[in-house]
């Protein structure tokens, strides 16, 4: 029997009615979605706002007619509802097309304040769009780029390899939250201390972890934070937070007569208004899981805390019964550590792309390959990449049941 969620929370039976996607059938299955970490389905409200926004307020910004004023009052609506997720301030939140054309326009402001020989430290854990932008630098402005290791047994940080990184000369430290490819969650509080004993900045990529925890920027003491609500119930958009403090002065590159103001001195050309009216309709979907009473905060608070709980249940029956197959390896760190509800794995003698087709025909969507943390997949030992499961708010505990019983059935031939 599927998990309920506890008053004042919605109940899952009340979730999955927002999901149009989840009627579907394959093969004569209904499908269960498995690939969440690469990107989650979107409840009607989500879509219903970004169809209102092109039907009736579709315009550019800062001019004095009504449609313009609405596009400019709908994008300062989700800026605000992306500060409460985020427990930033609004001025402190830029959108962008995806996290990692954010991360790249990031990299090259602050490149422009390095000189040749400046360092950044990266890890191998990381989606390598929290490495490629970095390691752009090194040929455009002669940084180096220092690479903390994964310990591969376990899928975790070696923290003290990365503090032996660390020289004079360390600019910033970029880290994921959580991994993308096995759901390892990051000691941020540890890097941020790294990073603070060296008078480096902290970059915190918390695409992957967004999902499943609520982030709390001031508390985490980063400088800066990025993420993508496609990941999150939302568009195909991304969200940067930059500290306020260094967003007013950051040279990003931009064209000379665009707003010199934050955050939109850091937002180049003409944003994508209907996916940034999604962003907002995506935050109050999450917020109105949580019932009525208290701010914003406060009921995405309650429901990303039950969510959690959930998401833990469901990767423990994952984990167990998949390590129980036969020929079937898990990868990242067990339940009880710190963990997103995405979990990994290989069975012998099949190919990773024979066992996602394998699964699609039952219903079961999973993804497969290296998820781009090529570096993290390649000290796992897997060439041919893993299969990754992705439990989401829609999730249930037969959908977890079905995938078990098929990998089952694939691993014995």
């Not at 009627?23 to 706002?49: E, K, L, M, W």
């Not at 000189?115 to 929290?130: F, K, M, Y």
């Not at 067990?334 to 996602?356: K, L, N």
Request: net charge negative.
């Amino acid at each position: 029997m599927s998990t309920q969620l506890s008053d004042p929370v919605a109940s899952l039976a009340e979730i999955r009615a927002h999901f149009p996607a989840l009627d579907r059938i394959h093969n004569g299955h209904p499908v269960a979605y498995f690939d969440a970490p690469g990107g989650t389905q979107v409840p009607r409200v989500v879509a219903d706002a970004m169809t209102d926004y092109l039907f009736h307020h579709n315009a550019n910004t800062h001019w004095f007619y009504p449609t313009s004023e609405e596009t400019d009052a709908i994008i300062e609506r989700s800026r605000e509802a992306a500060a409460d997720l985020l427990n930033a301030d609004r001025a402190e939140i830029i959108f962008g097309a995806n996290m990692t054309t954010l991360t790249f326009h990031l990299a090259r402001a602050l490149g422009r304040t390095w000189q040749a020989g400046d360092e950044i430290i990266v890890t191998e854990l990381d989606h390598h769009a929290n490495v490629a932008p970095w390691r752009a630098l090194e040929v455009d402005r002669g940084i180096v780029v220092r690479t903390a290791r994964m310990m591969a047994e376990t899928a975790q940080l070696d923290y003290e390899h990365m503090a032996s990184l660390v020289s004079p000369r360390t600019k910033l430290i970029a880290v994921g939250a959580a991994s993308n490819a096995v759901g390892t969650i990051n000691d941020l509080a540890r890097v941020r201390a790294i990073a603070r004993d060296a008078g480096a900045l902290f970059f915190v990529d918390a695409v992957h972890l967004v999902p499943h925890e609520l982030i709390d920027v001031r508390a985490i003491g980063c400088d800066f934070l990025a993420c993508s609500s496609y990941k999150f119930y939302g568009p195909h958009a991304g969200i940067l937070f930059a500290r306020r403090e260094l967003l007013d002065v950051l040279p990003f590159p931009k064209l000379a007569p665009a707003p010199d103001w934050s955050p939109e001195r850091a937002e180049t050309g003409t944003q994508n208004h209907e996916a940034i009216a999604g962003i907002g309709a995506t935050v109050d979907f999450l917020a109105s899981l949580g019932g009525e009473e208290g701010s914003r905060r406060e009921r995405l608070a309650r429901t990303f805390a039950v969510l959690h709980s959930r998401g833990d249940g469901q990767l423990r029956m994952l984990w167990n019964g998949l390590i129980s197959l036969p020929k079937v390896r898990v990868y990242g760190p067990p339940p009880g550590q710190p963990r997103t509800p995405t979990v990994s794995f290989t069975i012998e003698g099949i190919h990773p792309d024979d066992i996602a087709r394998r699964l699609a025909a039952n219903g079961l969507f999973a993804s497969n390959g290296d998820f781009y943390a090529l570096t993290c997949i390649e000290r796992l030992g897997t060439p041919d990449g893993v299969v990754r499961i992705g439990c989401a708010a829609y999730t249930t505990d037969d959908d977890v049941t079905r995938l078990i019983e098929a990998v089952e059935t694939i691993s014995r031939g």
